[in-house]
């Protein structure tokens, strides 16, 4: 039940993590700190690899979950503790929501399953990967096609169609493709042969390597 928690709630702590991170700096360096805050949230999977052998040392798993388990308690402590300002709020659920989310939820899911499952099925022996495929494209089109046409739509599509946004996703796009690097870093380190010292050396290397590539320059 931990482990399954805790794929859900990153979902929402890590935009929460975003805007604590941007409310902790003045208005005009709030991008500096949406930059900073994209740069904490890749810090986690380092920072576990650094303390899970401790924990694992000291009492097995119990140690482990224990630790995962006051760390989201602490968190939503600060949540609760740190308020963030009140934003403005409008009444944007409607029934046609439902709609949308079905097909915008059974779009994704199927190009989840498309994707993870045709290299092992194969990509043209399955039919159901080419049937998932269509069925993919026609319910996201015509979900997007009801949010375009809605005065107010829950995801607004208008607006993530802008240039600065656009140019924002192609870097966190880039910044993931960058990320995931760690995992082919670690599986080298690893097939040659690699201790746990040495893993524990380059997990130390990734944990402070997002933080200072992402640290604002000072300003003149």
């Given at each position: 039940?931990?482990r399954?928690?805790?794929?859900?709630?990153?979902?929402?702590?890590?935009?929460?993590?975003?805007?604590?991170?941007?409310?902790?700096?003045?208005?005009?360096w709030?991008?500096?700190?949406?930059?900073?805050g994209?740069?904490?949230?890749?810090?986690?999977?380092?920072?576990?690899?650094?303390?899970?052998?401790?924990?694992?040392?000291s009492?097995?798993?119990?140690?482990?979950?224990?630790?995962?388990?006051g760390?989201?308690?602490?968190?939503?402590?600060?949540?609760?503790?740190l308020r963030?300002?009140?934003?403005?709020r409008d009444?944007?659920?409607?029934?046609?929501?439902?709609l949308?989310?079905?097909l915008?939820?059974?779009?994704?899911?199927?190009?989840?399953?498309?994707?993870?499952l045709?290299?092992?099925?194969?990509?043209?022996?399955?039919?159901?990967?080419?049937?998932s495929?269509i069925v993919?494209?026609?319910?996201l089109?015509?979900?997007?096609?009801?949010?375009?046409?809605?005065?107010?739509?829950?995801?607004?599509?208008?607006?993530?169609?802008?240039?600065e946004?656009?140019?924002?996703?192609?870097?966190?796009?880039?910044?993931?493709?960058?990320?995931a690097?760690?995992?082919?870093?670690?599986?080298?380190?690893?097939?040659?042969?690699?201790?746990?010292?040495?893993?524990?050396?380059?997990?130390?290397?990734?944990?402070?390597?997002?933080?200072?590539?992402?640290?604002?320059?000072?300003s003149?």
């Open positions: 039940m931990l399954a928690a805790s794929g859900f709630i990153p979902v929402a702590l890590i935009p929460l993590c975003l805007f604590h991170m941007m409310q902790a700096f003045p208005e005009r709030r991008l500096r700190g949406l930059v900073l994209i740069g904490v949230t890749q810090c986690a999977v380092p920072l576990a690899r650094l303390l899970s052998p401790l924990l694992l040392a009492q097995g798993w119990r140690s482990l979950f224990l630790f995962e388990a760390l989201a308690l602490l968190s939503f402590a600060a949540v609760e503790l963030l300002p009140q934003a403005e009444r944007v659920f409607w029934p046609l929501d439902l949308t989310s079905v915008m939820g059974g779009g994704l899911a199927s190009v989840a399953a498309m994707l993870g045709g290299r092992w099925e194969g990509w043209l022996q399955a039919p159901w990967i080419i049937i495929l993919a494209i026609a319910a089109l015509t979900a997007g096609a009801i949010k375009t046409r809605r005065t107010t739509p829950l995801l607004n599509l208008r607006w993530l169609g802008r240039g946004v656009a140019r924002f996703a192609v870097a966190v796009f880039l910044a993931r493709i960058v990320l690097e760690q995992d082919v870093a670690r599986a080298t380190v690893r097939s040659l042969g690699g201790t746990t010292r040495e893993l524990f050396t380059l997990s130390a290397i990734m944990l402070t390597a997002p933080p200072a590539a992402s640290s604002p320059a000072p003149r």
